[in-house]
């Protein structure tokens, strides 16, 4: 075996794949990381560059529109120069960023150096799942693509468990730590090494086979396959070349039906996209803290509450590995949805029941019980489990695999841009919403969930076992 697992009953090298997807899967690691790392120096970087909230605000989500501009253009830039490439330039862009916010001496320069940190972002949501797709054997990939939502939710507990450290080393964020530099600033430095790392491991891993095959180098391509595959590497050859126009590449017009608009796939890679982010998953991610205190939580619980949810959400992308090539994606997608719309709607009940007391500056906020307290705690947790047992990485292993050859680097970029955009607007407006009513927000995301059930049902196809080669 020359030191190499084999698994010759199932067709292919397992420590090879592993070691490719797990790769690739660290541009999701820095997606979760660059995201979640400004959360510990939002207040003292607030307070040093004398910020009000309206500009706070737009600083931290500043990032989600380079993260839509970055997925946008690294979907075709990936089909021009190949997935490594745009992942080491991923790689820099968050170095980048990482050494600008570090040292950045204002609200303009940071919100420069977040956007840049966002186009590395939304590069690496792309290229991650498309990569694994194509290098991984069909009956194992959605195992192998789900390591990308893996990767980003360690991404995001270790980002927290730095700032945490960082902070607790210096006696608060906004003290000096090393060097002359607040600790806050140290948060962002920390990205640099993953960073670094990911970028020198990118360029040790080859190019995507069916890349190569459209690029005319056959021969490297099936170099790149004897490595993963153990049988069958010429008929792999000969049915990715079959999918594959080789006279031009490929652009926003194989996207769109003869007859006009965007073909069926690309506007469901589109919903999906979509759907993930309207739950509010990531107002709990965003706001849970704040979310907890405004119900009458301290700010340790509350703090508390929120690294539960963190690590219940690694725990959970685990089920997800072992579930998704046994039950299929559909399947998943159904549970979550059903499974979210209950603990959403059990939210949305208990937030309109709550009593509305009026706080220190004079605002209502609603107080719950400590029935009511536990029912909302319990029902956001098992909002999470849902989410991060089906929703999280079952929409990234879809968007890897469910398009076909030719307009696969395209349309992920596309169905990535419109998450991030979707992102954007569900992060912006929870604040607007949650002044209505917190049972109001948690309205909206509840019929989402419903709406998501529905659709998966009538629109989304099974690709459990399929070839990519096989994709409509």
């Not at 607030?46 to 990032?63: K, L, N």
């Not at 862009?93 to 609200?107: D, E, H, M, R």
Request: negative net charge; glycine residues 10%; contains cysteine.
């Amino acid at each position: 075996m020359s030191g190499t697992t084999q698994t010759h009953e199932q067709g292919f090298h397992a420590a090879r794949v592993i070691q490719l997807a797990v790769t690739a899967a660290l541009g999701g690691f820095l997606f979760g990381f660059d995201t979640a790392v400004i959360n510990g120096a939002v207040t003292p970087m607030q307070e040093d560059f004398g910020m009000g909230a309206g500009v706070t605000g737009f600083v931290v989500s500043s990032a989600l529109l380079g993260c839509m501009v970055g997925a946008y253009f690294a979907g075709r830039l990936s089909d021009k120069i190949g997935r490594v490439r745009v992942m080491v330039i991923a790689s820099a862009l968050f170095t980048l960023s990482a050494v600008g916010s570090t040292f950045a001496f204002g609200p303009v320069d940071m919100i420069v150096w977040r956007v840049i940190g966002g186009l590395g972002v939304g590069a690496a949501s792309v290229i991650a799942p498309a990569y694994i797709a194509e290098i991984s054997p069909a009956h194992i990939r959605g195992r192998l693509g789900s390591l990308q939502q893996m990767a980003i939710v360690t991404g995001i507990f270790v980002a927290l468990l730095s700032d945490y450290a960082i902070a607790a080393a210096a006696g608060g964020a906004e003290n000096e730590l090393w060097f002359g530099l607040a600790a806050w600033r140290w948060m962002f430095f920390t990205e640099v090494v993953p960073a670094v790392v990911y970028g020198a491991l990118a360029l040790s891993i080859p190019e995507s086979p069916r890349f190569l095959v459209h690029q005319g180098r056959d021969k490297e391509a099936r170099e790149v396959l004897s490595s993963v595959l153990t049988e069958g590497v010429d008929e792999r050859i000969s049915e990715i070349r079959r999918t594959i126009i080789r006279d031009r590449a490929t652009s926003l017009r194989d996207l769109v039906k003869p007859t006009g608009g965007l073909l069926p796939i690309v506007w469901i890679g589109i919903a999906l996209s979509v759907f993930q982010q309207f739950v509010g998953i990531n107002v709990i991610f965003y706001y849970s803290s704040t979310l907890w205190q405004a119900v009458g939580f301290t700010e340790d619980d509350a703090l508390q509450q929120t690294v539960i949810t963190s690590v219940t959400n690694i725990v959970v992308t685990v089920v997800a590995i072992l579930l998704i090539d046994r039950i299929g994606r559909r399947r998943l997608l159904t549970i979550g949805s059903a499974g979210m719309f209950v603990a959403l709607g059990t939210m949305t009940i208990v937030f309109s029941q709550a009593p509305l007391v009026a706080n220190d500056a004079g605002e209502l906020e609603p107080v719950l019980s400590d029935t009511g307290g536990i029912v909302a705690l319990i029902a956001a947790n098992l909002f999470v489990v849902f989410f991060g047992m089906s929703w999280g990485p079952a929409v990234w292993v879809l968007l890897g695999e469910m398009f076909n050859n030719k307009i696969r680097g395209t349309a992920l970029g596309i169905a990535a841009a419109a998450q991030w955009l979707a992102n954007f607007a569900i992060s912006s407006s929870f604040p607007s919403m949650a002044e209505i009513g917190l049972w109001f927000a948690y309205g909206f995301y509840t019929i989402a969930a419903l709406a998501s059930l529905f659709f998966v049902l009538r629109f989304v196809p099974e690709t459990r076992d399929k070839e990519l080669e096989d994709m409509e």
